[in-house]
């Protein structure tokens, strides 16, 4: 299974677009990267996925670099509410998602 | 939200006791997931329920064991509980067979003394 490496925290500016990194050297061609975050006592919630090509939508954009061993999220505009751990996983072929330990985003003021 | 309800929210037991914890999917959600997340740590997978068969399951004991019900209804059983129990139990739904863009509830934090 492929596993993804996420830096432990990261701090963004109110309203700055805060990019988070995603390191999934090990995909194979047909794995999916997703994206999801969890607040505080409450269930992952679901962002964005993606195989090849970047995405976006209302939530986020997902980039994937050409040789697919990593990823980047893009939150445009982080409020207060983005604070979160955002999850970042390779759903392997037997189709059952794996979380890491993702990373901590803090938007400060 | 995201239609999935889980119960009870919270619960105590004790070492050696069993518990059963309940999940109520979306209608037409045929697969059912259950997750195990301790403090501090990311939702660790339990096992999955595709139309009322397990179809999958991760590094957990057979103490482990669910039932899925057509009334897309599910429960997580734990036998034998211990101290490392601990932990808030995640449940979340999809449409199909695959585990597309999954659908969690908010859980059930479980301590057990």
């Known amino acids: 299974d492929a596993k993804t490496t996420q830096p432990p925290s990261m701090d963004c500016a109110e309203g700055r677009a805060a990019n988070l990194p995603c390191n999934h050297s090990?995909?194979?061609?047909?794995?999916?990267v997703y994206w999801y975050r969890q607040i505080h006592s409450q269930g992952p919630q679901y962002i964005i996925h993606?195989?090849?090509n970047n995405e976006t939508n209302e939530m986020a954009s997902l980039i994937i670099t050409e040789d697919r061993k990593s990823s980047t999220l893009i939150l445009p505009h982080a409020t207060l509410r983005d604070t979160a751990v955002y999850y970042c996983?390779?759903?392997?072929?037997?189709?059952?998602?794996?979380f890491g330990t993702g990373t901590s985003l803090t938007v400060i003021p | 939200e995201t239609g999935v309800t889980q119960s009870p929210t919270h619960l105590i037991k004790t070492r050696g006791q069993q518990v059963t914890l309940r999940c109520s999917s979306q209608s037409g959600h045929n697969t059912v997931s259950w997750y195990q997340q301790a403090l501090g740590q990311g939702p660790q997978f339990i096992f999955q329920y595709y139309r009322e068969e397990e179809n999958g399951r991760g590094n957990f004991p057979p103490r482990f064991s669910g039932l899925q019900f057509p009334n897309y209804s599910s429960e997580l059983n734990v036998n034998a509980l211990e101290l490392d129990d601990s932990a808030l139990y995640l449940c979340?739904?999809?449409?199909?067979?695959?585990?597309?863009?999954?659908?969690f509830g908010s859980g059930t934090q479980l301590s057990v003394l």
């Open positions: 996983i390779v759903l392997n072929t037997g189709n059952q998602f794996y």
């Open positions: 090990t995909i194979s061609g047909n794995e999916y």
């Open positions: 979340a739904s999809s449409p199909g067979a695959t585990n597309e863009k999954l659908f």
């Open positions: 993606g195989l090849k």
